[in-house]
């Protein structure tokens, strides 16, 4: 009984020391379970960024029509003449005094030739009646002639000067007619509409060109009552033209009315001349009239979602917190933010579309390549 009590002594003190060995030595596996699933993996490997501080154009956006800075018209002078020549087409460049068409001048020199040798007849009577006046003025007070004679004589030398005068004026007017058979430019400009039509019996005055003047064109754009106070002339200017490089102008003129349908008020652009601009084109843009500093982030670091920009930024837990913003400009590769981001914040830089709000992130320090690509890459190491 003695060796049975020492062997049930001794197999009890084995089971304690067992029983102190797997405290000492292992967790409880349910506590362990509960915090693997209290420390979830990260999804991604995030580079943060803080917003930059840049100084920006403050603009005041303005919508209108790009219109010629004046009109030309030209119209025919002679009356009932027939056209026989256009030279001239929509679209092209011509110079003052260019000829653009012409009449049929037959008539005209016709009429032309009686009036100069009209004026030749006049200028013969002109000269004999001169010279019997001269005479007559030579025997005043011989008694050769009588007073009355000789007065006869000077009014005939009279007559026949005014008539001589009449002749010329009459020449000189065909002159002009005959000029007028050629329809010339009245500036340098370009054709903007062209009713000549070759055969055609145009009365006077009728229009058969319009043209831009010295190919001038300017942009009437309508701004806000409230951003009128802003502008003045000088201030730059710039258009966008769909499939264009922007155009860049200068304010001529801010209107002094306000229309009364639109509460808007009328500004006038100067614009260079280019190739790119048509008269009647639509266009937005904006006049520059100072500058103010803003805050910019990388465009990779804003994500556009159901019609609302947001950021996302990393919390205590290291997971993703989204928050909307307000952008402005793009410029470069970065973005404008007018409202919803301090600058003291930090942000993820890129790889957005492929987070959520609640996704777990590891940041790691930004490299020299590119941070979008860095993600990409992680994301690829991290998918199952």
């Known amino acids: 009984m003695k060796r049975g009590r020492i062997a049930l002594v001794l197999a009890g003190v084995a089971v304690v020391a067992v029983l102190l060995t797997g405290v000492a030595g292992g967790d409880d596996p349910v506590e362990a379970s509960a915090s693997a699933s209290a420390s979830p993996a990260a999804v991604l490997s995030v580079t943060v960024t803080r917003p ?18 004046q009109e030309a018209s030209v119209g025919a002078e002679a009356d009932g003449l027939r056209l026989t020549e256009v030279r001239v087409n929509v679209g092209d460049s011509v110079q ?3 000829i653009l068409a012409t009449f049929d001048a037959a008539l005209i020199d016709a009429d032309l030739a009686q ?10 009577e002109a000269k004999d009646a001169q010279a019997n006046a001269q005479r007559a003025r030579e025997l005043d007070g011989t008694g050769a002639m009588s007073a009355q004679q000789i007065s006869q004589y000077f009014a005939a030398a009279d007559a026949a000067q ?10 000189q007017r065909q ?4 000029a007028q058979t050629r329809v010339l430019a009245s500036s340098d400009g370009v054709i903007i509409a062209r009713a000549a039509t070759v055969g055609a019996v145009v009365p006077a005055g009728q229009e058969l060109f319009r043209m831009i003047k010295d190919g001038r064109l300017e942009w009437r754009a309508a701004v806000a009552v409230a951003d009128l106070d802003a502008l003045a002339p000088g201030q730059a200017a710039q258009i966008s033209l769909p499939g264009h490089p922007p155009v860049r102008g200068a304010l001529r003129m801010v209107a002094p009315d306000i229309n009364t349908q639109t509460h808007s008020g009328l500004v006038y652009v100067d614009l260079p001349r280019d190739d790119a601009l048509r008269a009647g084109t639509f266009v937005t843009g904006h006049v520059e009239v100072g500058e103010a500093p803003t805050l910019t982030v990388p465009q990779g670091a804003v994500l556009l979602r159901d019609g ?16 909307k913003v307000a952008v402005g400009r793009r410029i470069g590769d970065r973005i404008e933010i007018t409202s919803g981001l301090a600058a003291s914040e930090t942000v993820i830089a890129s790889g957005l579309g492929f987070l959520s709000e609640g996704d777990t992130v590891r940041v790691v320090e930004a490299t020299a390549t590119d941070p979008a690509r860095s993600n990409t890459e992680a994301l690829a190491r991290s998918a199952p």
């Not at 100084?55 to 800075?69: D, E, K, Q």
């Not at 009036?115 to 013969?124: C, F, G, K, S, Y």
């Open 115 to 124: 009036a100069r040798a009209a004026v030749a007849l006049a200028a013969a």
């Open 52 to 69: 930059q501080l840049a100084t920006l154009p403050i603009r005041v956006p303005a919508t209108g029509n790009i219109s010629a800075w």
């Open 308 to 323: 609302f920009h947001y950021v996302m930024h990393v919390g205590a837990s290291s997971d993703v917190i989204a928050k």
């Open 162 to 171: 005014a008539r001589l005068d009449g002749a010329r004026a009459t020449e």
């Open 96 to 98: 003052r005094g260019q």
């Open 175 to 178: 002159r002009l007619r005959r």
